[in-house]
């Protein structure tokens, strides 16, 4: 389905509780619970039909998230105007355009719905809260993570510098999965322009109040499709093949976000992931991170993460993984994060 779509085989269970009841997760009952596991508190927003407000913990900057998000300009899924964002999501037979912006005075973000978008259904602009917050990463405390951050020696200075920045992830599974694929062993730059062109071969063009918007295409949009078809956006043979590879699974219910959260495990996870044709450990990984948000994810062997050790300790020379292992040894289920603060230093 296209980015910001629950699946149809992992059903949303979304329950409306009555005024002034309380909801308590017991393990097998739904307190506003989306199938990808990831919960949405009753406190962590307000439904105002025409708009939301997603309230934030302390440890967050809009404009550090803001920054982060801008940091490719042929970026095609959404855009940023006076530091607001703009994209579309897909809710099954519904789209919604949505503006998310800061309330700095009351410690929130506003998510207006522009035009006639509006999901008329509470349980629709329920599912829009979920992706917003999985989105911005809003379920995790990252207090422990400040506190071990403050004494280690790379990351102590990425604390002060970018505090509050969120690993702002890919909600969607087979956008992470096409998006890991894509920036195989090409520099971000020409990864931003393949993705353009994808989803601007096989998406779906959205336009509200004279914007145009993009939604990712999805698995069965690809499934389809020969190498013939994806070559001509300029990729090469094997990545054709992984994407196509990857939509099938997925178009057939053999490859879910839900099995793989099932696990429950990172080592089984990761095990499912690169069994598939075209992922390696370095995708598996940063799809475990982005998507699948298991905090002890570690793509070690990822050249930007090698880059910003080498900056910041100063070195001629890359470390070798040895050395970041040892470098590292204090992250213990934070390496996502970790990771994700060090890329910060590259842009």
């Not at 353009?196 to 690809?222: H, K, M, N, Q, T």
């Not at 057939?252 to 429950?264: A, I, P, R």
């Not at 499912?272 to 475990?288: D, E, F, H, K, M």
Request: charged share 25%.
């Amino acid at each position: 389905m296209p980015s910001g779509t629950i699946p149809a085989q992992d059903p949303i269970f979304l329950k409306k509780l009555p005024p002034g009841q309380t909801a308590h997760y017991n393990g097998d009952m739904a307190q506003e619970q989306d199938t990808y596991g990831r919960f949405l508190p009753q406190d962590s927003w307000e439904d105002l039909q025409h708009s939301l407000k997603l309230h934030v913990p302390k440890e967050f900057s809009f404009t550090e998230n803001l920054h982060y998000l801008q940091r490719s300009p042929n970026e095609c899924l959404y855009h940023i105007q006076h530091d607001a964002i703009y994209r579309a999501l897909s809710l099954d037979s519904e789209t919604a355009v949505i503006e998310v912006s800061e309330l700095p005075q009351e410690q929130a973000i506003l998510v207006r719905f522009l035009g006639d978008t509006a999901p008329t259904e509470w349980s629709k602009r329920a599912e829009v809260a979920i992706y917003v917050r999985d989105w911005f990463d809003l379920n995790t405390d990252l207090v422990p993570f400040y506190a071990m951050a403050q004494t280690d020696p790379l990351l102590s200075r990425a604390l002060h510098s970018f505090y509050g920045l969120r690993n702002m992830g890919i909600p969607d599974l087979f956008e992470a999965l096409c998006w890991g694929i894509l920036g195989q062993q090409i520099n971000l730059t020409y990864a931003y322009t393949l993705k353009r062109r994808f989803v601007e071969a096989f998406g779906r063009r959205v336009e509200c109040e004279g914007e145009i918007y993009w939604l990712f295409p999805r698995p069965e949009d690809i499934a389809h499709l020969n190498v013939q078809d994806l070559e001509e956006l300029r990729m090469t043979v094997k990545k054709c093949e992984y994407l196509i590879g990857v939509a099938q699974l997925m178009a057939e219910g053999e490859l879910t976000k839900k099995q793989l959260l099932d696990t429950n495990s990172l080592v089984e996870a990761e095990k499912q992931l690169v069994s598939i044709r075209g992922i390696g450990p370095w995708t598996a990984n940063y799809v475990l991170m982005r998507c699948l948000r298991m905090p002890a994810a570690f793509p070690i062997d990822d050249v930007g993460l090698h880059n910003a050790i080498k900056h910041l300790l100063g070195s001629e020379k890359k470390p070798t993984k040895k050395e970041i292992l040892a470098l590292s040894a204090a992250w213990a289920n934070w390496e996502s994060y970790a990771t994700f603060y060090l890329w910060r230093f590259l842009y």
